[in-house]
């Protein structure tokens, strides 16, 4: 039996239970491809499932090999693989169902692989999927953010506000972001038009009204976003369903986002990539063997832009 070097779980709880170890090398069935790793991103879903909060949405079996964000090479083809070949660089938000991308290797669908932005090296690329594909699909598919709105991010130095702050200024709105002072300087030169140091300043006392808010946070911070929306505009979390009985109260919508695999927009996102409009802050790199470590940074929750294992 081949085997690679991975970090999995046996069951739930601190980080003790990150056991890196040698496992089998997974293989690909029809419409996969397996995928050597260059690269893994981390992110605080990692932990979260890693302690068990997303248990009763999430039916994982153990071992569980963490992380869902990956850069890397197929290595080889399952049947029935007709975009892809063997040799293409390639990068994944893959299904969180599944085995992640701790490891040596991953088997991924062919639906939720695209060709990794050729501009940037695989560290950079393994840090995009998941916070790309995020800030995509809450800004645009379920937020509709347009060239002339107003968009509140919150936690704009973060793995998914940083991406989203670039991605709201290429759309041509107008971009209002919250982060502690340390971060003002990188959060403006990102694109932030309005930062608000939330140390020091109400963001619901200071933010003129906004036809978007993206809610990282949850807890209190969601509780006063409502009175910054427009009339009719929007709230979307990516931490916890706001209530639709509160959203009509205020006169604004809401929504909840767990983002999905999308190979079409990881392509976009490839594309502006390379067109130098869009790029990925990795503030850390660990060697995979130092996974728990790069969870225990990601959980104190004060990174700037991303945390990646390199694997190759
Ligand atoms: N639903 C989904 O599909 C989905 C997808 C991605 C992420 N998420 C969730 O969204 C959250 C953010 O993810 P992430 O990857 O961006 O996390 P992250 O990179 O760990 O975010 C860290 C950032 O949060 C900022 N921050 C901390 N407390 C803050 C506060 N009270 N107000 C404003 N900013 C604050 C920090 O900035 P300072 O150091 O300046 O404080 C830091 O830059 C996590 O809970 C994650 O699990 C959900």
Sequence with gaps: MRTMKSVCIYAYGGPAVLVYEDAPRPHPDAGEVLVRVHAAGINPVDWKIREGHLKEMLHHTFPLVLGWDVSGVIESLGTGITRLKVGDEVFSRPDILRDGAYAEFIVIKESELALKPKSIDHIHAAAFPLAGLTAWQTLFDAGGLSADQRVLIHAAAGGVGHIAVQLAKWKGAHVIGTSTARNHEFVRKLGVDQVIDYDTERFDEVVQPVDVVLDTMGGETQERSWKVLKPGGILVSITSPPKPETATAH??????????????????????????????????????????????????????????????
């Design 251 to 312: 006169g604004v919508r809401q929504a909840f986002v767990f983002t999905q695999p999308n190979s079409d927009q990881l392509a976009e996102l490839a594309k502006l990539v390379d067109a130098e409009k869009l790029k990925v802050i990795v503030e850390t790199v660990l060697p995979l063997s130092d996974a728990t470590r790069g969870q225990e940074l990601s959980q104190r929750g004060h990174g700037r832009g991303k945390i990646v294992l390199r694997v190759v």
